[in-house]
C-alpha cells in the first residue's frame, strides 16, 4: 500500500543517514576498539538501529496520524506542511551528524546535555566555533543545502502517493501502525522502555557511544535534567536513606552527629597560629597531570608548578571531581562532592545559605573574592559566589585595558596582576582575605598572547600544550608578583586544577583522565609530595588546615595531615558515577547495573562485584542529592 510504502522509505532513508553517520565515527574511532574482537565491535550498528529507531519512530507519529485521519480533501493541502516537517528534521539530522564529531573530538562522547548548555553563551560559543571549527560547519552548511535541495526535489518520497491508498484503508492501517510506532519508540516489551543506558551493551565505552544516536543523546539528557530531581536520583537505585548516611560516614570517617546539619564537625588545626593566614585558591582550567613532572606527566612543559612542586606541598595522586568547571569550583569553594545532575552552582536550592570558605572565614574578619578574566554570568559563577557569601566577584568588565582579550575573557597574565593588585590594597588596610581565582586561557580556541611563552616546536600555536605552558608562565608570573609584597608570607596559596583538559578513555569511566595536579605553598611548610588518593575537598580542607585556626565545617575531605584519612575519590563522568577506595572502583549509572572494578595499569579491570562499595557508591550520591535537596549543606 502507497501509505505504509511511502512511511518505510522515509525510515529508510532516515535509518540510512544515521547508520553512515554511525559508520563514519566507528571508522574514525576504529583504533580505541582493541581490546574488543571484531564481532563484538560490530554489535554495534545492530544497537545503534535500535537507537535510531527510537528516534525515527517518534518523528514519524505527525505525518501518520494527520495523513491517516484527515480526508482527501484536506489532507491534500497539507502535504506541502508534511514534506517541510521531513525536511526539517532530515536537515536536522544531517548537522547534528555532522556536530557529532568535533564535538566527540572535544569531549571524547556524543552530544549530551553540554551541547544544550552552551547554547545560555551564544557569544562565547559562535566566536569559538567560528575559530576552530568554520571548516566543519561550513562543510555542514554545504551539505545541508544540496540534501535539502534534493530531498525537496527528489521523488524517492512522495507524500502525495500516500493519498492513493483510500480514505477508509489509512483509517484501518492507523492504529497498527501507531502501535507499530510505539513499540519503536519503547523498544522494549519490558517493564521499562529502552533509554540510553541500552547502548551501554560493552565496557569499552568508546563502541558504546557510538552505538547511541546524537539526538536522542541530546533530548534524553534535556529531559532527564528537567526531571524532578527526585525522579533523577530514582534512576540511580533505592537505598534506605538512614542506610545511605551510615555508609556515607563509614567511607568519609565523618560522624553523623546532626541531622539538621549531617558532616558538620569540629577540627582542630595541625598549625595553630595567633596570626591566621589569608587563602588564595588559583583554580587552573583543564590543567591535567599528564603535563605536571610531580604528577607523572611532561618532565619540562610547566617549570613553575615544577619548581613549587618540589618546593612545597604537592599532590601527586588527586583526582577531580568531574569534567566541568563547575564540579571543580563547588569542591574548592564550599568543600562539595558532585551532585548527580546540574552542579549546584546552577541550582536554584544553593544560590544562598550554602557552605563556602567566604562564609566560614567571615566571622574571623575576613574580606573574600571571586576573580575571573571572563564573563561571571557564565555558568552562573557571578551568582552564586555573591549569594554565598563572597563580598565581591571582579570579571572581565573590571579590567581596565587588559593586554590581551581572548574568546574566553581577558588572560591569565593580567588577571594575575588584577589579583595581586587587589590583595595589595587588602594588605594595606589590614585586611585578612580569602579569594578564589578562575583561569581562562586554557580554553579552546586557545587563543595566546605573542612574546610570552616559546611554543612549542611542532605545534599549532594554538594547541592545547601551548596553552598548558602559557598557563603555567602567568603561575610564575603571580608568584613573582606575590613574593615581592608583604602580603606573601601571610598567605596560604593554592594551585589546584578545575578538571583535566580532555577527559579522554575506552573505559566506562576514564579514570587516568580525572588526575589533576596541585600545589600548596605556605612559608614555613616543610616540601611534601603527598601520594596518597585525594580528592578536591581534599586539598580544599588541607588549605584551611595551614590557615592556622580551628573550625567548624561540613567540608566533605580531609586535611592530607590527618593521619587515617581515606584514600578515596568520587569522579562524576556525564552521569556516570566512580567511586575509587584505595584501588577497587564501584561504577553506578541511571538504569544501569552496579559493577566492580579493579584499577590496575590505569586501566579499568572488571571483577567480581563488590555489594558494599556498590551499595556505598549508591549511598553518597543518595545522600548528596538529600544534603542539597534539604539544604542542610551549611
Known amino acids: 500500500m502507497h501509505f505504509i510504502k511511502e512511511l518505510f522509505k522515509t525510515y529508510f532513508l532516515f535509518l540510512v543517514l544515521l547508520c553512515m553517520g554511525r559508520f563514519l565515527l566507528y571508522l574514525s574511532y576504529n583504533d580505541r576498539l582493541h581490546d574488543i574482537s571484531l564481532g563484538h565491535s560490530l554489535l554495534t550498528f545492530i544497537y545503534g538501529v535500535r537507537m535510531d529507531t527510537m528516534v525515527l519512530s517518534l518523528l514519524l507519529v505527525v ?18 506542511f508534511i514534506k517541510f516537517y521531513l525536511l526539517f528534521w532530515f536537515i536536522i539530522l544531517i548537522f547534528i551528524e555532522n556536530a557529532t564529531f568535533p564535538f566527540f ?10 551541547f544544550v548548555q552552551y547554547l545560555d553563551s551564544p557569544k562565547e560559543i559562535i ?8 571548516k566543519e560547519l561550513l562543510f555542514s552548511l554545504v551539505m545541508m543545502v544540496i540534501y535539502g535541495v534534493w530531498f525537496m526535489k527528489s521523488r524517492f518520497i512522495s507524500i502525495e502517493n500516500t493519498l492513493k491508498t483510500p480514505y477508509i484503508h489509512r ?3 492507523l492504529l497498527p501502525l501507531l502501535l507499530l510506532l510505539f513499540i519503536g519508540i519503547r523498544s ?30 541530546i533530548g534524553y539528557a534535556y529531559y532527564s535534567n528537567q526531571k524532578n530531581s527526585h525522579e533523577m536520583i530514582k534512576e540511580y537505585g533505592k537505598i534506605n536513606l538512614d542506610d545511605a548516611y551510615a555508609l556515607t560516614s563509614q567511607l568519609l570517617d565523618i560522624n553523623v552527629n546532626d541531622t539538621k546539619r549531617p558532616f558538620y564537625r569540629s577540627i582542630k588545626s595541625n598549625f595553630k597560629r595567633e596570626n591566621p593566614k589569608n587563602l588564595v585558591i588559583f583554580i587552573q ?27 612545597n606541598i604537592a599532590f601527586s595522586n588527586l583526582y577531580s571531581n568531574g569534567t566541568r568547571s563547575i564540579r571543580g569550583l563547588a569542591a574548592l569553594s564550599s568543600g562539595f562532592l558532585p551532585i548527580p545532575g546540574e552542579g549546584v552552582l546552577k541550582r536554584s536550592k544553593s544560590q544562598n545559605d550554602f557552605f563556602t570558605i567566604a562564609t566560614l572565614l567571615k566571622p574571623y574578619g575576613y574580606k573574600s573574592s571571586f576573580i575571573y578574566g571572563g564573563e561571571a554570568r557564565f555558568d552562573n559563577m557571578r551568582s552564586w559566589y555573591l549569594g554565598n557569601g563572597f563580598d565581591e566577584v571582579i570579571e572581565e568588565k573590571d579590567f581596565k585595558n587588559p593586554s590581551f582579550r581572548s574568546t574566553w575573557g581577558v588572560s591569565d597574565e593580567d588577571l594575575v596582576i588584577k589579583a595581586n593588585e587587589k590583595f595589595k590594597t587588602y594588605a594595606r588596610n589590614n585586611e585578612k582575605f580569602v579569594s578564589v581565582m578562575f583561569s581562562q586561557s586554557n580554553h579552546a580556541p586557545f587563543e595566546l598572547p605573542e612574546g610570552k611563552i616559546e611554543f612549542e616546536p611542532n605545534e599549532p600555536k594554538q594547541s592545547e600544550r601551548n596553552a598548558i605552558k602559557y598557563a603555567d608562565y602567568a603561575i610564575g608570573k603571580f608568584f613573582e608578583l606575590a613574593k615581592k609584597e608583604a602580603y606573601y608570607k601571610d598567605t596560604v596559596f593554592v594551585v589546584v586544577a578545575d578538571h583535566n583538559v580532555r577527559v579522554y578513555g575506552d573505559d566506562i569511566v576514564p579514570v587516568k583522565t580525572f588526575q589533576i595536579p596541585a600545589i600548596i605553598v605556605a612559608e614555613g611548610i616543610k616540601p611534601l609530595n603527598y601520594h596518597g588518593l585525594s580528592s578536591q575537598p581534599d586539598v580544599l580542607a588541607t588549605a584551611l588546615d595551614l590557615v592556622g585556626l580551628d573550625f567548624n565545617y561540613p567540608i566533605l575531605g580531609h586535611t592530607i595531615f590527618n593521619p587515617i584519612k581515606p584514600q578515596i575519590a568520587l569522579m562524576n563522568f556525564n552521569d556516570v558515577y566512580a567511586l575509587r577506595k584505595e584501588d577497587e572502583i564501584a561504577v553506578i549509572g541511571p538504569n544501569m547495573k552496579m559493577q566492580t572494578f579493579k584499577y590496575e595499569n590505569f586501566k579499568l579491570i572488571p571483577k567480581e562485584p563488590n555489594p558494599l562499595l556498590e551499595k556505598t557508591t549508591l549511598g553518597v550520591i543518595h545522600v548528596l542529592h538529600d544534603l542539597y535537596e534539604k539544604r542542610l549543606y551549611r
Open 63 to 80: 505525518p501518520t496520524l494527520l495523513l491517516a485521519l484527515l480526508p482527501d480533501s484536506v489532507a491534500i493541502k497539507i502535504t506541502k
Open 188 to 217: 522494549s516489551f519490558g517493564h521499562r522502555p529502552a533509554n540510553i543506558s541500552d547502548a551501554l551493551y560493552s565496557t569499552n565505552r568508546i563502541i558504546n557511544e557510538i552505538t547511541k544516536n546524537s539526538l536522542y543523546s
Open 285 to 311: 582550567e583543564s590543567m591535567g597531570a599528564q603535563f605536571v613532572r610531580f604528577s607523572g606527566g611532561e618532565p619540562n612543559l610547566t617549570p613553575n608548578m615544577n619548581q613549587l612542586g618540589e618546593e
Open 127 to 134: 566566536s569559538l566555533l567560528w575559530k576552530d571549527y568554520a
Open 171 to 173: 483509517l484501518l492501517l
Open 105 to 114: 573530538a572535544q569531549y571524547d562522547v556524543r552530544p549530551n546535555y553540554l
